[in-house]
């Protein structure tokens, strides 16, 4: 058995990562957001640019996952 992990192939080992694993990280990164404008004081205007700016990468994420659900792929 030639390129499995633990009875998984190389593509539902890559699958999961970047499913759950990623958006797992993507969720930290998120607190680390708030964490920062928590601590920096931000206030509602200040937090809402902070989030919009700096999680902005992740939505191409998340869009990614969506069009691929609805397209089949």
């Known amino acids: ?7 998984f192939t ?3 080992v890559a ?3 970047l499913t759950f694993l990623l958006g797992g990280f993507i969720l930290f990164m998120l607190f ?3 964490e920062l ?4 004081k931000a206030g509602k205007m200040g937090t809402f640019v902070l989030f919009f700016v700096l999680a902005f990468g992740m939505l191409g994420f998340a869009a990614k ?5 609805l397209w089949g792929i």
């Not at 058995?1 to 009875?7: A, Y």
């Not at 404008?37 to 920096?40: D, L, N, T």
């Not at 996952?65 to 659900?69: P, T």
């Open 10 to 12: 190389e593509q539902e």
């Open 65 to 69: 996952a969506v069009i691929k659900k």
């Open 32 to 34: 680390i957001i708030g």
């Open 37 to 40: 404008a928590w601590k920096s």
């Open 1 to 7: 058995m030639t390129g499995t992990l633990f009875g």
């Open 15 to 17: 699958d999961f990562g």
